[in-house]
Nanobody
Framework: QVQLVESGGGLVQAGGSLRLSCAAS????????MGWYRQAPGNQRELVAT???????NYADSVKGRFTISRDNTKNMMWLQMNSLKSVDTAAYYC???????????????WGQGTQVTVSA
């Protein structure tokens, strides 16, 4: 069935960069909005960035100017380019997509398993 898989996380020094990828696969009819969320230990999950099917983006204030979200609708893929990383960016990052699975008439939110980003001081 439908699956979202994140990749690209890892350990990076403060000030460095990482690029996260999210690949959607399976019986997908249409993908609407997509986004990246993150959750640090002891914290609630928070929105990082979203992107509509038409390319309209939205960012959390804490990452504006540093992160860039993008997508390729022909490949069902999404990326998060993270620059000037800080220790406070350390978290598990999750891919989210609102989509209609083939054979369904309902929009539904799907989540990836998460990928860990650790920024060392």
């Amino acid at each position: 069935q439908v699956q979202l898989v994140e990749s690209g996380g890892g350990l990076v020094q403060a000030g460095g960069s990482l690029r996260l990828s999210c690949a959607a696969s399976g019986s997908i009819f249409s993908i609407n909005d997509m986004g990246w969320y993150r959750q640090a230990p002891g914290n609630q999950r928070e929105l990082v960035a979203t992107i509509s099917s038409g390319g309209t983006t939205n960012y959390a204030d804490s990452v504006k100017g540093r992160f860039t979200i993008s997508r390729d609708n022909t490949k069902n893929m999404m990326w998060l380019q993270m620059n000037s990383l800080k220790s406070v960016d350390t978290a598990a990052y999750y891919c989210n997509a609102r989509l209609i699975a083939t054979g369904s008439i309902w929009w539904k939110d799907y989540w990836g398993q998460g990928t860990q980003v650790t920024v060392s001081a």
